[in-house]
């Protein structure tokens, strides 16, 4: 990979590379765009085949989180950690306390986060190094319920556009995977009475902890998941599961659900279900319930308002459906278009000089 032209071809702002002599850290901090804000991510905590692969996923995951934040209607830009290694071997307070320094040298241009591989207790020792961090214990806490409300908003505005009414009451769903956001979400489906409940998952105590909690939700292998008669598909597990193999088989009219990276191929998988006329609701649109908890913790952290802000992603949804009738764009492209517009927007009203 041509680094330099990789970035020029993406619009990178600054990759930095870090090694820590004392206690062996080494990583990736990527920044992708900072128009409307520092940048924000996670640190992600992984093994790679090799150095070129540790650099190529930081540099994708912070443009993802460029688009992430922006259509989120935060006021901060994309940026993302890798470290090299194993999480269950390498975490030491040193280790992170090591990152944390190094955190502290970008002077604020990036602010880390929990990720694969890290927890809010890394957070807590990244702290003692370094003003710039969130999703610490006590502070913001476990963003999978409000993850899990955001989405359930998501499905909201899918219906509502969809069908032309948004009572969940009147509609049945099959989600697939009830891990720490898909239980919540099936909670809120359940508070508003929803018509049927499908499920699936491969971990044997969730599923009976379910059926014990909900006699009337109907669980399914999960290989037959997609094959459903039902209104919405919810994914809540795995990424790439939407792809040339299952597309063919939903009968759902609406994908929206929590998890990350549900289509394979964005543009291809995007087309494919615009063409079965599946509303598909963007995964980054749906599930920026965390990130939008985690940035409260910037600006003064109430639960009240946290709340408030993740229902907005039910306008924004629907403002982006809106642009993909329009535009005869699939919702994934929209909602690139919607994140760009708004940073090519506000990056116009900073122009003039006002002394702050
Ligand atoms: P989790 O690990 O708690 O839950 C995932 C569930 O999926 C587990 O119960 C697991 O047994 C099940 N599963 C795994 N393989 C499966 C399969 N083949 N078929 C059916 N079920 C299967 O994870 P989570 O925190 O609920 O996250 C789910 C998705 O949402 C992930 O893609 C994650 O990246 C995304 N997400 C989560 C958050 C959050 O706040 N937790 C925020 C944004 C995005």
Redesign the pocket.
Same mark, same amino acid.
């Given at each position: 990979m041509e680094k330099f032209d990789f970035m020029k071809k993406y619009g990178y702002e600054q990759l930095v590379l870090f090694h820590d002599k004392a206690t062996g850290l080494k990583g990736v901090t990527a920044i992708h765009d900072t128009t409307l804000g520092p940048s924000l991510g996670g640190t992600r905590m992984w093994v790679y085949e090799n150095e070129e692969d540790a650099i190529l996923d930081a540099l994708r995951l912070a443009r993802g989180m460029t688009y992430k934040n922006a259509a989120a209607g935060l006021n901060l830009g994309g940026g993302k950690t890798v470290i090299i290694g194993d999480s269950a071997k390498i975490k030491s307070e040193e280790l992170f306390r090591a990152f944390g320094r190094y955190v502290q040298s970008l002077n604020g241009r990036y602010i880390t986060a929990a990720d694969v591989g890290t927890t809010t207790k890394d957070m807590g020792f990244i702290k003692m190094e370094t003003d710039y961090v969130v999703g610490l214990e006590g502070k913001s806490g476990?963003?999978?319920p409000? /993850?899990?409300l955001g989405a359930f908003y998501g499905i909201k505005a899918a219906l509502k556009y969809q069908f032309g009414n948004a009572e969940i009451k009147n509609y049945t769903y099959a989600v697939?995977?009830?891990?720490?956001?898909?239980?919540y979400l099936i909670d809120y489906l359940f508070e508003e009475k929803a018509k049927k409940v499908y499920f /699936?998952?491969?971990?044997e105590e969730?599923i009976k902890a379910l059926q014990t909690k909900y006699p009337q939700v109907v669980f399914v292998k999960?290989d037959d998941?997609y094959n459903l008669e039902v209104d919405v598909f919810v994914?809540?597990?795995?990424?790439a599961?939407l792809n040339e193999d299952t597309i063919p088989r939903l009968k759902a009219k609406i994908v929206a659900? /929590?998890?990350?990276?549900v289509l394979k191929d964005e543009i291809k998988d995007a087309q494919a279900l615009k063409a079965k006329k599946i509303l598909y609701a963007p995964?980054f649109v749906i599930?920026?319930?965390?990130?939008i908890n985690v940035y409260h913790e910037l600006i003064g952290y109430n639960k009240d308002m946290v709340i408030a802000d993740v229902k907005r992603i039910y306008d924004r949804l629907l403002e982006m459906f809106k642009i993909a009738e329009e535009r005869n764009i699939s919702t994934q492209e929209a909602a690139n278009v919607f994140a760009e517009e708004r940073i090519k927007k506000i990056h116009n009203i900073h122009r003039n000089f006002i002394p702050r």
């Amino acid at each position: 990979m041509e680094k330099f032209d990789f970035m020029k071809k993406y619009g990178y702002e600054q990759l930095v590379l870090f090694h820590d002599k004392a206690t062996g850290l080494k990583g990736v901090t990527a920044i992708h765009d900072t128009t409307l804000g520092p940048s924000l991510g996670g640190t992600r905590m992984w093994v790679y085949e090799n150095e070129e692969d540790a650099i190529l996923d930081a540099l994708r995951l912070a443009r993802g989180m460029t688009y992430k934040n922006a259509a989120a209607g935060l006021n901060l830009g994309g940026g993302k950690t890798v470290i090299i290694g194993d999480s269950a071997k390498i975490k030491s307070e040193e280790l992170f306390r090591a990152f944390g320094r190094y955190v502290q040298s970008l002077n604020g241009r990036y602010i880390t986060a929990a990720d694969v591989g890290t927890t809010t207790k890394d957070m807590g020792f990244i702290k003692m190094e370094t003003d710039y961090v969130v999703g610490l214990e006590g502070k913001s806490g476990d963003p999978s319920p409000i /993850t899990a409300l955001g989405a359930f908003y998501g499905i909201k505005a899918a219906l509502k556009y969809q069908f032309g009414n948004a009572e969940i009451k009147n509609y049945t769903y099959a989600v697939q995977g009830i891990g720490k956001t898909g239980a919540y979400l099936i909670d809120y489906l359940f508070e508003e009475k929803a018509k049927k409940v499908y499920f /699936t998952d491969i971990n044997e105590e969730r599923i009976k902890a379910l059926q014990t909690k909900y006699p009337q939700v109907v669980f399914v292998k999960p290989d037959d998941i997609y094959n459903l008669e039902v209104d919405v598909f919810v994914p809540c597990a795995l990424g790439a599961i939407l792809n040339e193999d299952t597309i063919p088989r939903l009968k759902a009219k609406i994908v929206a659900g /929590t998890a990350n990276n549900v289509l394979k191929d964005e543009i291809k998988d995007a087309q494919a279900l615009k063409a079965k006329k599946i509303l598909y609701a963007p995964d980054f649109v749906i599930n920026a319930g965390g990130v939008i908890n985690v940035y409260h913790e910037l600006i003064g952290y109430n639960k009240d308002m946290v709340i408030a802000d993740v229902k907005r992603i039910y306008d924004r949804l629907l403002e982006m459906f809106k642009i993909a009738e329009e535009r005869n764009i699939s919702t994934q492209e929209a909602a690139n278009v919607f994140a760009e517009e708004r940073i090519k927007k506000i990056h116009n009203i900073h122009r003039n000089f006002i002394p702050r």
